[in-house]
């Protein structure tokens, strides 16, 4: 089976590689076919030089942040077209929305811990899209935390004050700007959401009732149990399934192309890519 990684991030948004190392990367690993899914942007499209793309198809993609019933959900855009006006729109709107909650989080962790030198956080996010995690990075180097799963744990995780995500657009409206530019709206990461799979089984119903049509059955490292329950899911609700990694660095997250083996009851959503 052709090796396929359709979640990644870069430096862009809250990954470490630049947009041409991260394709490297994925040649490096034996990745046929890849998709750049930085969080609520698509600049790293504009960074990559076409001469890196050889042997290695890119498809064109973007995680974008909401919440359903209180719980913050992510939906990956695949195969679009990042020059439709929809889908500049849309993450034009997430950006500006992104800017402000960070001044949000920014005054409420000042609150808590004190100072939070927003200038520092910034150069932390490489002047780009600022989010949790360059704030779980001061929140260490300010010596509040002794390490970022801990910022997580005490103020950025669910439900925490720093976790904030009232600003982003609905569900169906991020669908809509995905549907529009001719890409299709996959549920991210299944598993990550504190939720009863009674629960995730109406967030997908909701989903697929708005244009989404396809889910992630593997995503980053997972037990073939937890696989083959998602691949169950998929099947029942009629989606297309998707595979990603969801890398961000090397010494953290999943590897690049590295993912749990894809289910064979599941119709693969790249087949006529
Ligand atoms: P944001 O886009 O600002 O809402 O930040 C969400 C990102 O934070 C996710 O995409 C992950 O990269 C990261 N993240 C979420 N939860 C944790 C955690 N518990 N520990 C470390 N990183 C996390
Ligand atoms: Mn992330
Ligand atoms: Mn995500
Ligand atoms: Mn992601």
């Known amino acids: ?22 394709v490297e990367r994925a040649k490096a690993k034996g990745v046929e076919m890849l998709a750049i899914t930085d969080h ?3 600049d790293a499209y504009e960074q990559l030089s076409p001469a890196s793309y050889d042997g ?12 359903w019933r209180g719980v913050g ?13 929809s889908i500049k729109e849309g993450v034009a709107r997430q950006e500006k929305a992104r800017a402000d909650r960070a001044q949000i989080i920014a005054k409420r962790l000042t609150k808590l811990v004190g100072p939070i030198d927003f200038n520092r956080v910034s150069e932390i996010a490489n002047h780009s899209q600022i989010g949790r995690p360059h704030f779980a990075q001061h929140l260490v180097e300010l010596g509040v935390v002794k390490n970022t799963s801990t910022a997580f744990k005490k103020y950025l995780g669910d439900g925490k004050p720093g976790d904030v995500k009232q600003c982003w ?23 990550k959401y504190k939720m009863t799979w009674t629960k995730r089984s109406a967030l997908l119903d909701d989903f697929i009732a708005a244009g989404g049509r396809g889910m992630e ?9 937890e696989t083959d329950r998602l691949a169950r899911l998929c099947v029942e609700k009629g989606l297309l399934a998707s595979c990603g990694s969801d890398f961000h660095q090397s010494s953290q997250w999943s590897d690049i192309g590295a993912m749990s083996a894809f289910p064979t009851v599941c119709k693969p959503i790249w087949l006529d890519w």
Do not use: F, Y
């Open 1 to 22: 089976m052709k090796k396929i990684d359709l979640h990644s991030h870069t430096l862009i948004s809250d990954g470490t590689l630049t947009p041409n190392d991260l």
């Open 40 to 42: 609520d942007t698509v």
């Open 56 to 67: 290695l198809k890119i498809i064109p993609g973007v995680e974008l942040s909401t919440q």
């Open 73 to 85: 959900v992510h939906v990956v855009g695949l195969n679009l077209s990042l020059d439709s006006a």
């Open 169 to 191: 657009a609905e569900l169906p409206n991020i669908i809509d700007w995905i549907v529009k530019a001719g890409g299709v709206a996959v549920l991210a990461h299944p598993l």
């Open 217 to 225: 059955v593997v995503s980053g490292q997972q037990t073939k149990q």
